[in-house]
């Protein structure tokens, strides 16, 4: 497994891995791996002949009073997971190397960007939508890997890269979950012992949501019921809500055509947890 530090040796080793008219894939990431990663690193391998995965914990997708000097790292742990993956090439440039002095260029993406993660953290998608188009550039990646989990993310990502006619693949990976059911994420270990019993709650409170919506239920009465047993059990819900799964506009009344999502973010203790799930 390769690991590239500096821009020229990522090009050098894509165009290896490029050789002979090979496919590569690329798993953006921020480190700290777990199994949710891995399963994408996986995705990638069976979509194409190498994959990369790049390690960049992203100061232009944080705000200033956001978690970014205590983001979770962990460079050993992390390159040994990938080795064990199968992974062919690891790009982690500094932060100097991503945006040297004198970068003046961003990506603004309007439409999947309004509401929900764009309101409570603006300028987010400013700084993944920058960041993701600079790792395709720079990787020149065929196919590039994302989690269901982040849905508003993959969505922007999916839309810039169509609207940018940049020709990577975008691939989707279904959310990979602990076997209570809590979405794998890196900030939950963060949660305290007994914020982390309450966490799976959350899903539980979607999936009977997701019901009530899909059999008929009004869209209203099932999210506020769920609100209210979120706080019942202490989380502090930024939203829950039914979107159209693509744009991420608001459904007031269930969609007769095209897929919905249920969406969710709720504060437990410190961390904030993210959650999706498809409706009907
Ligand atoms: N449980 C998961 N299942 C599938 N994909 C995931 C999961 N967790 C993260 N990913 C995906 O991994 C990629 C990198 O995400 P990131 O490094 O932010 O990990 P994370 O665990 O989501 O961290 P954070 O705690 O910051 O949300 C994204 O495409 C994200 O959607
Ligand atoms: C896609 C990404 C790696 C861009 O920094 C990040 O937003 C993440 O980890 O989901
Ligand atoms: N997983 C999304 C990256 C972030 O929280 O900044």
């Known amino acids: 497994m390769q690991i590239c530090r500096d821009l020229p040796s990522l090009r050098a080793a894509s165009a290896a891995l490029h050789a002979g008219g090979k496919r590569l894939a690329l798993v953006p990431t921020m480190g700290a791996l777990h199994d949710g990663h891995i399963a994408l690193v996986t ?72 509401g929900w993660e764009g309101d409570a953290r603006p300028g987010h998608f400013r700084g993944v939508a920058t960041v993701c188009c600079k790792l395709f ?32 693949r ?46 008929g239920g009004t869209v209203e009465a099932a999210l506020q019921d769920g609100l209210a047993t979120l706080r019942g059990h202490g989380f502090a819900p930024d939203y829950l809500a039914l979107v159209e799964a693509e744009t991420l506009k608001p459904l007031a009344a269930r969609r007769t055509a095209g897929p919905m999502r249920l969406i969710a973010a709720a504060r437990l203790g410190t961390v904030r947890l993210l959650d999706n799930i498809a409706v009907g």
């Open 43 to 114: 995705a990638g391998r069976a979509a194409a002949d190498a994959v990369a995965t790049s390690i960049f914990v992203n100061p232009l997708q944080f705000n200033p009073n956001e978690d970014l000097s205590r983001y979770p790292r962990d460079e050993e742990g992390d390159l040994d997971k990938l080795r064990r993956a199968g992974c062919d090439l690891v790009w982690m440039p500094p932060v100097e190397a991503m945006y040297p002095p004198g970068s003046a260029t961003v990506i603004e993406v309007a439409g999947p960007t309004a």
């Open 137 to 168: 550039l720079q990787s020149q990646a065929d196919v590039a890997v994302f989690g269901e989990k982040d849905w508003q993310q993959l969505q922007v990502v999916t839309r810039m890269a169509a609207d940018l006619d940049i020709p990577t």
């Open 170 to 215: 975008i691939l989707p990976v279904e959310t990979v979950r602990e076997v209570d059911g809590l979405a794998m994420s890196s900030r939950n270990r963060f949660l305290s012992s007994q914020d982390r019993e309450t966490a799976p709650v959350l899903l539980r409170v979607m999936t009977q949501a997701a019901a009530a919506i899909a059999t």
